[in-house]
């Protein structure tokens, strides 16, 4: 029972950061190229409450959290937030802007992964040995390279399926766009047949080697 709480308080925070500032990234950057919609809606702030998915936000993280803890073994921790209300059609270049909206999200994950890889040297340097400071600082990292990761896998409406889409031409653009509706069952089977991780495997060796020149020697 205090593995499964340890592990709670561990990702806790961490966890909430990670999908509070992917989601507001992806607002602040269309207000930016021209759409406020989600500025007007209130979803443009650090606030987690404007964010909050009962479902994506606590069930499935916090469930994956106890099943990780309760078998001893390790897996993949994700979850997702509400996703940010984007006009396309309000952004100044549509399809261009596009592309920076949607690596918003995952850069984010990124730069936090990064500032949790600088926290933990600092840690380090200054002899601080807490235990607790130091796996949520490990818990940091690996929680946002993981949602980086996972949100660069090129199916739409994943954010790596909307890079996609803006990077195509037009006439493929639009015919790769019409997986969309089909994206969410495409992940479900990738979960379910192990090819998760095999898929996410080089977004996270990306998102590590630039952490690992953060970390303490």
């Excluded at 809606?41 to 009962?54: E, F, Y």
């Excluded at 040297?121 to 400071?133: H, N, P, Q, R, T």
């Excluded at 818990?139 to 990761?149: D, K, R, Y």
């Excluded at 997986?179 to 977004?203: C, D, K, N, R, S």
Aim: with cysteine; aromatic share 12%.
């Amino acid at each position: 029972m205090d593995n499964i709480i340890t592990t709670i308080a561990v990702s806790a925070i961490p966890l909430i950061f990670a999908i509070t500032i992917h989601e507001a990234a992806h607002g602040y950057v269309a207000r930016y190229f021209g759409d406020n919609t989600a500025w007007m809606l209130g979803r443009v702030t650090l606030n987690p409450i404007k964010h909050i998915d009962p479902i994506g936000t606590i069930l499935v993280p916090f469930g994956l959290l106890l099943l990780s803890a309760i078998s001893g073994m390790g897996g993949i921790i994700f979850g997702w937030a509400k996703p940010v209300p984007v006009n396309f059609r309000n952004l100044r270049n549509p399809k261009k802007d596009m592309i920076w909206v949607a690596a918003a999200g995952p850069l984010s994950n990124l730069i936090q992964a990064i500032i949790w890889a600088i926290l933990l040297s600092f840690l380090v340097f200054a002899g601080i040995d807490e235990d607790f400071f130091l796996q949520v600082c490990v818990a940091g990292i690996m929680l946002n390279v993981v949602l980086m990761a996972l949100n660069l896998i090129p199916i739409p409406p994943l954010d790596g399926g909307r890079i996609v889409t803006g990077l195509l031409p037009s006439g493929w653009a639009w015919k790769y766009a019409r997986i969309e509706p089909y994206g969410i069952y495409i992940l479900f089977a990738l979960i379910f047949t192990g090819l998760l991780t095999t898929v996410m495997h080089p977004f996270m060796a990306f998102g590590m080697s630039i952490v690992r020149i953060f970390l303490p020697a």
